[in-house]
């Protein structure tokens, strides 16, 4: 958090505002009624953060979330005219590979979960082979649009990008019969960019040319 390990738990939080930096401040009592009742020995964390101006004005103090990419977030602060983002960081890579082994060992598996659990793991470069063999399953369970473009981004993280591209040209039908232009245009920009890496593969040794 704010650019430091903090260990899993609960905390009370306060900040010390200032003209340029605000100091934020984690606590481990978190049964405190105010500022005066805080121990400094209680400290888990401080840091200095730079405050923004906010868009527009906010009555109450406000807390609120904005996810990120992955495993990252921003806890923003806003009150009246000052926005204060504060950072953090959580790996969830561990917990949600152990999410997935178990929501994949259940009798009454979906087609949705192998094909999230594949492209969870395609996202980070994880159990490559694990995902394929997943997000097969789900196109062989039902397929839609979205699971079948799953499959053709796990063929390709596994080098296989002929059947990737193959695919692809299937997700596009798909889409176009549910009229979801985006699915489209995402396939397309896949085929462009599998074909690319087919021709940039290097040559096996004793491999005749292609022609």
Known sequence: MAGQPVKAGKYSLFTVPGPEMWVLILNTNTELWGADERKPEE??????????????????????????????AIL???????????????????????????????ADVKFNAYSSSARFCI??????????????????????YWNTYTLGLARAANGKYK????AAN??????????????????????EEWTKAMTATPQKAGEKPKK
């Open 123 to 144: 996202d980070r470069k994880l159990r490559l082979p694990d995902a394929l063999t997943w997000a097969e399953k789900s196109v062989s369970m039902e397929k839609k």
């Open 43 to 72: 400290d888990v964390l401080t840091a200095k953060l730079q405050p923004k101006k906010n868009s527009g004005l906010v009555e109450t103090l406000t807390f609120d979330f904005t996810l990120g990419q992955r495993d990252d």
């Open 163 to 166: 059947e990737a591209i193959e």
């Open 170 to 191: 299937m997700s596009i039908e798909l889409a176009q019969a549910e009229k979801d232009a985006a699915y489209v245009k995402m396939n397309r920009e896949r085929i």
């Open 76 to 106: 923003n602060l806003t009150w009246e005219a000052t926005w204060l983002p504060i950072p953090i960081v959580a790996d969830c890579t561990e917990q949600a590979l152990k999410n997935i082994e178990e929501a994949l060992s259940k």
